[in-house]
T-cell receptor, first 117, second 111 residues
Framework: EAGVVQSPRYKIIEKKQPVAFWCNPISGHNTLYWYRQNLGQGPELLIR????????DSQLPKDRFSAERLKGVDSTLKIQPAELGDSAVYLC???????????????FGPGTRLTVL | GQQLNQSPQSMFIQEGEDVSMNCTSSSIFNTWLWYKQDPGEGPVLLIALYKAGELTSNGRLTAQFGITRKDSFLNISASIPSDVGIYFCAGMPGYGNKLVFGAGTILRVKS
C-alpha cells in the first residue's frame, strides 16, 4: 500500500513569492493534517480536515496561509506571500476515521522542505 | 498552549547500551505516543499508550504512560546503529484533540 505522498520534496523561493505544497493521503483515509516542523522542533499542527471540511484551523496563519481539500482526497497548502520565517518542513499526515477510543494512527508523508531566501 | 518537555535533547551512546528518554507536561494527557523520525522522512509511530500506568513493549522498545498522566518514558535496550534518529514524544490532551509534540531527542549510536 502506498504511503502519504507529498510534492515537491524541496522548494527554494525568494521572500514575497507564493508557494504551494501538495499531499495525497493514503487511500481511504478521511482525516488529513498539515503540520509545520521548524528546525530542532517537533511538528506543529496547522490544519486538520475531516473529508473536505476543515475542522481545526485555529493555528493556521490565515493572513498568508490557505489550504484546500476540495474532493476530500488530496490537499494543497499555499503560502502567499512567503516570509523568511516560513522556512521549515511541511508535513502532511492522514489517518482513518476515529474509532470509539477516539484515536487512530497518523501516517506521515516525507514532507516538503521549504527554504525562503 | 500546552507544551511537552522532552529530555535529553541529544544522546551519543555506544552500540549495545540501553537508552532512556522522557517527556513531561504541566497538564494531563489522555494519550501518549512515541515516534521516530529519520532524516528526510516523516515521523513513524513506535508505541502508543492509552491508559495511565500502561507499560507497552515493541521489540527492544518499552514505553510507559505515567500514573499522573503528565509524563511518559521510552527505553531502548541493546541499541544498534539503525536506532539512530530523532525520537519524539507526543501527547493528546483529550479524545479527538490534536497531537502536541515534544522537541525531540537526537540519538547517535557509536559502533
Amino acid at each position: 500500500e502506498a504511503g502519504v505522498v507529498q510534492s515537491p520534496r524541496y522548494k527554494i523561493i525568494e521572500k514575497k513569492q507564493p508557494v504551494a505544497f501538495w499531499c495525497n493521503p493514503i487511500s481511504g483515509h478521511n482525516t488529513l493534517y498539515w503540520y509545520r516542523q521548524n528546525l530542532g522542533q517537533g511538528p506543529e499542527l496547522l490544519i486538520r480536515y475531516e473529508n473536505e471540511e476543515a475542522v481545526d484551523d485555529s493555528q493556521l496563519p490565515k493572513d498568508r496561509f490557505s489550504a484546500e481539500r476540495l474532493k476530500g482526497v488530496d490537499s494543497t497548502l499555499k503560502i502567499q506571500p512567503a516570509e523568511l520565517g516560513d522556512s521549515a518542513v511541511y508535513l502532511c499526515a492522514s489517518e482513518t476515521a476515529r474509532g470509539l477510543a477516539g484515536v487512530n494512527e497518523q501516517f506521515f508523508g516525507p514532507g516538503t522542505r521549504l527554504t525562503v531566501l | 498552549g500546552q507544551q511537552l518537555n522532552q529530555s535529553p535533547q541529544s544522546m551519543f551512546i555506544q552500540e549495545g547500551e540501553d537508552v532512556s528518554m522522557n517527556c513531561t507536561s504541566s497538564s494531563i494527557f489522555n494519550t501518549w505516543l512515541w515516534y521516530k523520525q529519520d532524516p528526510g522522512e516523516g515521523p513513524v509511530l513506535l508505541i502508543a499508550l492509552y491508559k495511565a500506568g500502561e507499560l507497552t513493549s515493541n521489540g527492544r522498545l518499552t514505553a510507559q504512560f505515567g500514573i499522573t498522566r503528565k509524563d511518559s518514558f521510552l527505553n531502548i535496550s541493546a541499541s544498534i546503529p539503525s536506532d539512530v534518529g530523532i525520537y519524539f514524544c507526543a501527547g493528546m490532551p483529550g479524545y479527538g484533540n490534536k497531537l502536541v509534540f515534544g522537541a525531540g531527542t537526537i540519538l547517535r549510536v557509536k559502533s
